[in-house]
Nanobody, 119 residues
């Protein structure tokens, strides 16, 4: 059974920083893309940043230059460094990973971690 466990959310003032972590555990054959999504109240879930197994990244326009995604393949962990946070970054942040278990690949989600940015 595969689990994604997130940590690092919290309350921060505008202009501050937070670092989110997401560790995958269980019977894992390989992990392909990993990413972070967020969902604010009354809004759809949106992609924040993603990273391939080879390290290629892409970001939402709203976070470019402020957020950095990275991963440690040896630890099956993905990180999101968030700098210059704005109140509009307030949301529940979800980790996502494409994981192959034996010969079956599917998408897994973490439980979500709350990020609140005060003005």
């Amino acid at each position: 059974q595969v689990q994604l466990v997130e940590s690092g959310g919290g309350l921060v003032q505008a202009g501050g920083s937070l670092r989110l972590s997401c560790a995958a555990s269980g019977t894992i054959s390989s992990i392909n893309a990993m990413g972070w999504y967020r969902q604010a109240p009354w809004k759809q879930r949106e992609l924040v940043a993603a990273i391939t197994s080879g390290g290629s990244t892409n970001y939402a326009d709203s976070v470019k230059g402020r957020f950095t995604i990275s991963r440690d393949n040896a630890k099956n962990t993905v990180y999101l460094q968030m700098n210059s946070l704005k109140p509009e970054d307030t949301a529940v942040y979800y980790c996502n990973a494409e994981i192959t278990v034996y010969y079956t690949k599917r998408s897994y989600w973490g439980q979500g971690t709350q990020v609140t940015v005060s003005s």
